[in-house]
């Protein structure tokens, strides 16, 4: 069966601290996506990984991919409450049929 | 800007009573799909063109149907819904292409209420 699953499905921090989220999937893919949601919002784009050891940066956020581990990590410096959201990992099914299967999602509550 | 427009962005219908949400896309791209999303869960892939091919997922109701005339419409209709429908539902396009990027654009939802 094909998952994705992140963890930690919940994660509260303070300001200025650091954190990782972990983004396991199953099948083989060499191409992992990150999307950030708001609360009654849609889905924004917010990296894509494309290769092994690709790894891309914006502001506070960090993501990164290994193919071989079938890991992919979102790592957020020195948090701030407006990194609050919603952060899912969704991973390209390359097998022609254009499907994404979706992690299970990470909520994030920054804490000033 | 090119975009994903998704009409209306707030739907409330009766049970029962069809309703019919639609989506446009001015990117040009060769893949939609329609996501349903219910509170504090993933979206969940309802079905997906390629161009004209439509592709359904296995557990998507019956109750639930979609229609692509043209590249840049689609939409989604639902028979008869029920307060299990009651979600945010998501359209997505992407380019479809095996290399390279391949991210989806989403557009910004319907919320679909259910009385």
């Known amino acids: 069966e094909l998952k994705v699953e992140q963890n930690p499905l919940f994660l509260s921090m303070q300001e200025g601290k650091n954190y990782t989220i972990y983004c396991n999937y199953s099948?083989?893919?060499?191409?992992l996506y990150w999307y950030r949601q708001d609360p009654g919002k849609s889905l924004e784009s917010l990296f894509v990984?494309?290769?092994?050891?690709a790894v891309k940066q914006e502001g506070r956020l960090m993501a990164s991919l290994d193919t071989k581990a079938r890991l992919s990590t979102l790592h957020i410096t020195a948090a701030v409450h407006d990194l609050s959201a919603t952060y899912f990992c969704a991973v390209d099914l390359t097998s022609g049929t254009y499907k994404y299967i979706f992690g299970t999602g990470t909520r994030l509550k920054v804490l000033a | 800007d090119a975009m994903v427009i998704q009409n209306p962005r707030y739907q409330v219908t009766q049970f029962g009573k069809p309703v019919t949400l639609s989506c446009s896309q001015t990117?040009?791209?060769?893949?939609m799909y329609w996501y349903q999303q219910k509170s504090s869960q993933a979206p969940k892939l309802l079905f997906h063109?390629?161009?004209?091919?439509?592709?359904n997922e296995a557990d998507t109701p019956d109750n639930f149907q979609s229609r692509r005339p043209n590249t840049s419409f689609c939409f989604l209709d639902i028979r008869s819904p029920g307060l299990g429908d009651a979600a945010m539902y998501l359209c997505?396009?992407?380019?479809?292409?095996?290399?390279?990027?391949?991210?989806?654009?989403f557009g910004p939802g319907t919320r679909l209420t259910v009385l």
């Open positions: 997505a396009t992407s380019r479809g292409t095996g290399q390279g990027r391949n991210e989806q654009f």
């Open positions: 099948t083989t893919s060499d191409r």
């Open positions: 990984l494309l290769s092994n050891g």
């Open positions: 990117l040009n791209h060769n893949v």
């Open positions: 063109y390629y161009d004209k091919d439509f592709n």
